[in-house]
């Protein structure tokens, strides 16, 4: 294995799975898996132990899944950047991941070359998205506003229209204030807006509040 070899963290519920990605990955002479893990609090704890270069994450898997794991080791300043690899493509499965803070997301019908090509891009720092993902995410952002808001969204975006600050609404709501911030960031980009007043002004104008 070369000095310079990328080290990758394997994520996803079922062993055989992982079993057939360390085997493939372990044919590329400039990969490294240090590890795997079966849930998301894993994958954050092994991250943190392991630091490694890339981690490969699945998104729906029981005991934790991906996007709540990948919002955390974010918010942990984990280096390791996310590659989404599932069997899902559903506009609420890639947006969230993407949201949340991966760094590319790849369909389980990938084929060998794209899987090493996406973690070799994934490692130094390059988006990655299968087609089918790119396409939803480039309809999303023309259309912007088409995305209901979940109902927590809603209740910061009142609280919001009511002046309250973000540590205020983080008070009344009995969460921390980056949730709040990462509320407004979701609504922001389902409202197609930049910031407080416009997402305020975008909701009175569709409905939303009044």
């Given at each position: 294995?070369?000095?310079?070899?990328?080290?990758?963290?394997?994520?996803?519920?079922?062993?055989?799975?992982?079993?057939?990605?360390?085997?493939?990955?372990?044919?590329?002479?400039?990969?490294?898996?240090?590890g795997e893990a079966s849930d998301g609090p894993s994958a954050v704890a092994l991250a943190a132990e392991l630091d490694p270069d890339v981690i490969?994450?699945?998104?729906?898997?029981?005991?934790?899944?991906?996007?709540?794991?990948?919002?955390?080791?974010?918010?942990?300043?984990?280096?390791?950047?996310?590659?989404?690899?599932?069997?899902?493509?559903?506009?609420?499965?890639?947006?969230?991941?993407?949201?949340?803070?991966?760094?590319?997301?790849?369909?389980?019908?990938?084929?060998?070359?794209?899987?090493?090509?996406?973690?070799?891009?994934?490692?130094?720092?390059?988006?990655?998205?299968?087609?089918?993902?790119?396409?939803?995410?480039?309809?999303?952002?023309?259309?912007?506003?088409?995305?209901?808001?979940?109902?927590?969204?809603?209740?910061?975006?009142?609280?919001?229209?009511?002046?309250?600050?973000?540590?205020?609404?983080?008070?009344?709501?009995?969460?921390?204030?980056?949730?709040?911030?990462?509320?407004?960031?979701?609504?922001?980009?389902?409202?197609?807006?930049?910031?407080?007043?416009?997402?305020?002004?975008?909701?009175?104008?569709?409905?939303?509040?009044?």
């Open positions: 294995m070369p000095d310079h070899a990328i080290t990758l963290l394997i994520v996803d519920d079922h062993p055989v799975v992982r079993d057939g990605l360390r085997g493939m990955f372990d044919s590329a002479a400039d990969i490294e898996v240090l490969l994450m699945d998104l729906r898997m029981p005991g934790g899944g991906g996007v709540a794991a990948i919002a955390e080791l974010v918010r942990r300043g984990q280096r390791g950047k996310v590659l989404v690899l599932t069997t899902y493509d559903t506009d609420s499965d890639t947006l969230a991941a993407i949201e949340a803070g991966a760094t590319g997301y790849l369909l389980k019908d990938a084929m060998r070359d794209e899987l090493f090509a996406a973690v070799r891009a994934a490692a130094a720092g390059r988006t990655v998205l299968s087609p089918a993902v790119a396409s939803r995410l480039v309809s999303r952002v023309r259309s912007p506003g088409e995305q209901p808001l979940s109902a927590r969204e809603r209740e910061v975006l009142g609280l919001v229209a009511r002046g309250r600050s973000n540590r205020e609404i983080a008070a009344d709501l009995f969460v921390s204030e980056a949730t709040v911030k990462t509320h407004l960031t979701h609504l922001y980009g389902k409202l197609g807006v930049n910031d407080r007043a416009a997402a305020v002004a975008a909701a009175y104008d569709r409905g939303i509040l009044g």
